[in-house]
């Protein structure tokens, strides 16, 4: 599985981005997508992924400012991120898991969101 993520960008404070992330290869009703992010200086942390049931989690506060969607025919999974914040600055990362095989885990590049004041 390869995963293309796309959209970052430099952003002032209450503004809005949306992230894309294309995935290829051996994709599967068993793949699993989500979002996770890391900031300068701390580890990388979960924003939000779909669950094997088709439901959503969100950790922390991002509910209700960032929303998890997904286009099936294109295999592609958007993070919609409104009124941004300055702790928001950070490399986001697209993640796939195979449902029912842990260790099945693929990572895509990164993409930097940069918010500004």
């Known amino acids: 599985v390869q995963l293309q993520a796309s959209g970052g960008g430099l952003v002032q404070a209450g503004g809005s981005l949306r992230l894309s992330c294309a995935a290829s290869g051996s994709i599967d009703s068993k793949i699993v997508m989500g979002w996770y992010r890391q900031a300068p200086g701390k580890q990388r942390e979960l924003v939000v992924t779909f669950t094997t049931t088709g439901g959503t989690n969100y950790a922390g506060s991002y509910k209700g400012r960032f929303t998890i969607s997904r286009d099936n025919a294109k295999n592609t999974v958007y993070l919609q991120m409104n009124n941004l914040k300055r702790d928001d600055t950070a490399t986001y990362y697209c993640?796939?898991?195979?449902?029912?095989?842990?260790?099945?885990?693929?990572w895509g590049q990164g993409t930097q969101v940069t918010v500004s004041s």
């Open positions: 993640c796939a898991v195979r449902s029912g095989r842990p260790t099945d885990v693929y």
